[in-house]
DNA sequence: GACGCAGGATTGTTCAACAATGTTTGGTGA
DNA sequence: TCACCAAACATTGTTGAACAATCCTGCGTC
């Protein structure tokens, strides 16, 4: 298992690099939230000065994929009811309006419905890592509507929040295949240009996913 | 023109004190867009290391305040005519949205219409920063009907970013003055619990300013 | 005037050191 | 035994200097 870094990028950007490194193991749930990042102990690993590791460090906590504590050193965020709560506010205004306000064309309808066939074969397959995938995607090609990039670098950082939370939890539940369908049912209703029904729809969607995620996490706790 | 700092922060987050120093600067429009600021003469004139700078550039990176050019510097956001549509993609996204689905408490609505008695006074004032702080206020707190911290810190960085269109701009368009009516007109409308009218209202509000700034900003650029 | 090429300046990264804070350990007295 | 306190230890925050890589400048050549 060697965790050791082989192509040192020659020079450029290597902090971003770095950061893009730690980025992807928190995300794979390689480094479990609320654990520590020792500077020595990573500096070392990954090959590079403590010095540039910090300044990953800060992008990182700039992204909340990582909590500083001062002299306490950086640990991985590790979400709990109140960050649920406030992903599915921000989720709850941004995806809806989008899908209100949006004017989406057709590749774009049909790039949805792409990915909702991905989430069908992964639902069969019972694939639950391709199925979280598929739904990311999806959510993601919601937000793509409002030809926003901060808003889809939001919904991106939101998105990663949500894996933690996942990561975090004991049990996975089984929260994604309930919703391909209710996906579906989304992208049907913006080809008959149907926006009001379906942002009223994701809506109810979002409460109810937050609803059953934060039952799921409250039983976990205790 | 002493540009040095007196009261140096004993051990406690230099690097995040640096960045706010960098920001009011910035906001205050001391440092104009697309300037340089060099690793050299700033750390000198701030009185800390080149290396905790450069984590403080890190920083307003990721909020981007400022631009990054590999192996040119770092330089003052100097934000075009992308931006302000990105802007203002944002803004027609979130702020209906907040007005749509948010129900505002009574003192919410009493708080908002402090800030346009306040807006109104600088008005009759003449006082050009006063309404456009005010005017920012105002949008802040339109965006706080979501309740959630992520979007009014998105709302932040579109509102500082305009704030760097502002004083990009070789004159200054009346820009607020008209504005500040219809923002009374959107907080009755609330206070009626017509959120469907005030949030079609904003979005021409927000389309109007949008044209005005791009007109301006062309006109500029000729 | 265009091109190419040293030379200088600036950024990217590393290292070693120290100050400040946190954590742990061990001892003391009740 | 337990609570409390203090000294060792470890870790983070910050600094300064050093070097490599890249960019910019000015000069000479054609």
Do not use: C
Request: glycine share 6%.
């Amino acid at each position: 298992m060697s965790t050791e870094v082989e192509q040192q990028a020659e020079h450029a950007h290597t902090t971003a690099w770095i950061a893009s490194v730690l980025r992807a193991r928190i995300a794979a749930g390689q480094l479990t939230p609320g654990s520590k990042l020792s500077e020595q102990s990573l500096s070392a690993s990954l090959g590079v000065s403590r010095n540039t590791l910090r300044q990953a460090f800060t992008t990182l906590a700039g992204e909340s994929i990582v909590t500083r504590i001062p002299n306490r050193g950086v640990f991985v965020a590790a979400p709990g009811v109140e960050e649920v709560r406030e992903i599915y506010r921000v989720r709850r205004t941004i995806e809806p309006a989008a899908v209100l306000w949006g004017r989406p064309s057709t590749e774009e309808l049909d790039a949805m419905e792409d990915i909702i066939r991905r989430a069908r074969a992964a639902r069969d397959a019972g694939s639950v890592p391709d199925m979280a995938n598929a739904n990311q995607a999806f959510h993601e090609a919601v937000v793509a509507l409002t030809g926003s990039g901060s808003l889809r670098e939001l919904m991106d950082r939101v998105l990663a929040e949500m894996r933690l939370v996942f990561h975090a939890m004991a049990s996975a539940p089984d929260f994604h295949t309930y919703y391909v369908d209710r996906n579906a049912q989304l992208v049907k209703r913006l080809r008959a240009g149907e926006n009001e029904l379906a942002a009223a729809e994701l809506r109810e969607y979002l409460d109810a996913a937050e609803a059953e995620l934060l039952a799921h996490l409250e039983g976990d706790a205790r």
